[in-house]
C-alpha cells in the first residue's frame, strides 16, 4: 500500500531560519500530495496541496513541490516565525481510494 | 461556515469498558472519515462513509469498534471492550466527496484507557 516518509523531529530553528522538512511517498499510481498543520491545541489544518507532477502549492510563505522524479514532496520557508511552531503532517490521497495517509509528523519549534 | 463538531473532548475509561464519539460534518458534506491517531504518529484511517454507506473499513478493528452514519449526517464510533492499546486520538474528517477534494478535520477526542 502507500505509505508517506518524514523526517523526525524536532526541528529547531531561530527566526527568520530558512526551513526545509523533507518528505517522501510511495505509491503506485499518482497521489495527490498534502501538507497538513497542526497547532498547539488545535485540529488538523490543511497548509497546502499539490495533485499532480511540478505542480507547487503554496500557502502563508510555505511551498511544496511535487516531484514525482524523486518521489518527494518536501516543504520550505524562506523565513519562520515563532507563530509557526506546530507539527506538520506530510499525507497522500490514492485517486482510487481517496482517504489520506499521513506520515509520522515533525514537530518545528521557532525560537526568538 | 461551522467546522466539524466532535465531543466529547476528552475521555478517560478502565480497560474493557465502552465508549462512545460522536461527530458532526460540516453542512453538505457527503463523506465521513475516522481516523486514530496514536502518540507520536500519523492520523491512521478506521473508516470512511460515502453519505450513510461504508466506502472502507479495511483497517477497522471489527472485533471491538463500530461506527454508523445514520441519514448520512452524524455518525458515532464505538468501542467495546476498550483495550490499553486504544488510547489515542479519535479525529473525525468531512469532505465533499468530489475527486481530490480536502478534508477538513475536527479537533478530536483524546481517549485514555487505564
Known amino acids: 500500500g502507500n505509505s508517506v516518509t518524514q523526517m523526525e523531529g524536532p526541528v529547531t530553528l531561530s527566526e527568520e531560519a530558512f526551513l526545509t522538512i523533507n518528505c517522501t511517498y510511495t505509491a503506485t499510481g499518482y497521489p495527490s500530495l498534502f501538507w497538513y498543520v497542526q497547532y498547539p491545541g488545535e485540529g488538523l489544518q490543511l497548509l497546502l496541496k499539490?495533485?499532480?507532477?511540478?505542480d507547487k502549492g503554496s500557502n502563508k510563505g510555505f511551498e511544496a513541490t511535487y516531484r514525482k522524479e524523486t518521489t518527494s514532496f518536501h516543504l520550505e520557508k524562506g523565513s519562520v516565525q515563532v507563530s509557526d511552531s506546530a507539527v506538520y503532517f506530510c499525507?497522500?490521497?490514492?485517486?482510487?481510494?481517496?482517504?489520506?495517509?499521513f506520515g509520522s509528523g515533525t514537530r518545528l519549534q521557532v525560537q526568538p | 461556515e461551522a467546522g466539524v463538531a466532535q465531543s466529547p473532548r476528552y475521555k478517560i475509561i478502565e480497560k474493557r469498558q465502552s465508549v462512545a464519539f460522536w461527530c458532526n460534518p460540516i453542512s453538505g458534506h457527503a463523506t465521513l472519515y475516522w481516523y486514530q491517531q496514536i502518540l507520536g504518529q500519523g492520523p491512521k484511517l478506521l473508516i470512511q462513509f460515502q453519505n450513510n454507506g461504508v466506502v472502507d473499513d479495511s483497517q477497522l478493528p471489527k472485533d471491538r469498534f463500530s461506527a454508523e452514519r445514520l441519514k448520512g449526517v452524524d455518525s458515532t464510533l464505538k468501542i467495546q471492550p476498550a483495550k490499553l492499546e486504544d488510547s489515542a486520538v479519535y479525529l473525525c474528517a468531512s469532505s465533499t466527496g468530489t475527486a481530490q477534494e480536502t478534508q477538513y478535520f475536527g479537533p478530536g477526542t483524546r481517549l485514555l484507557v487505564l
Open positions: 499525507a497522500s490521497m490514492d485517486t482510487g481510494r481517496r482517504a489520506l495517509t
Open positions: 499539490a495533485t499532480k507532477a511540478d
